[in-house]
């Protein structure tokens, strides 16, 4: 990875996210999408999702009892690389590629879970991207006709 290479981090929350990097505060507003240099974008990304799993974390534990077998799980999620993680990774980062990149250069323990799961996430999610962009060109189509274009004019 050379120092000057970049990539682009997104925020999928409703909230705006902040870390810092070298003393210095970096936020992604909610929604939005950024672009720095990867060894920066993957320290936000560790971050990002370190957030997101301990969001999940709270919600679940709340639902179970402090003795509950779950809440050990919860180290577990935090320490390791894993499906829930790689799917957040995913949705920050936005290709599979860079995630692989991204892991390679942070420190997990191990890879704890069912691999299939995050594969299964991934082809969902870009058959839906998919399924988008087929349809965007012929929607763009149809509104260049001169009768769509009268019946906009219309309403």
């Given at each position: 990875m050379a120092e000057l290479d970049t990539c682009e981090i997104t925020n999928p929350l409703k909230t705006d996210f902040m870390a810092r990097f070298n003393g210095?505060?970096?936020t992604v507003h909610a929604g939005q999408s950024k672009t720095y240099p990867k060894y920066l974008v993957y320290h936000l990304a560790k971050h990002l999702s370190n957030q997101m799993l301990d969001k999940e974390a709270r919600e679940l534990t709340s639902k179970h009892e402090p003795n509950s077998p779950f809440v050990p799980?919860?180290?577990?999620l935090m320490n390791h690389d894993n499906p829930t993680r790689r799917k957040y990774l995913y949705d920050i980062l936005g290709s599979k590629a860079e995630v692989?990149?991204?892991?390679?250069?942070l420190t997990f323990k191990?890879?704890?879970?069912?691999?299939?799961?995050?594969?299964?996430?991934v082809e969902?999610?870009?058959a839906k991207k998919n399924a988008k962009e087929e349809a965007a060109p012929a929607e763009s189509a149809e509104d260049k006709t001169p009768r769509a274009s009268k019946a906009k004019k219309e309403e």
């Open positions: 210095e505060a970096y799980q919860v180290g577990l692989e990149n991204c892991l390679k250069q191990s890879f704890i879970g069912d691999m299939a799961e995050y594969d299964q996430y969902k999610v870009e």
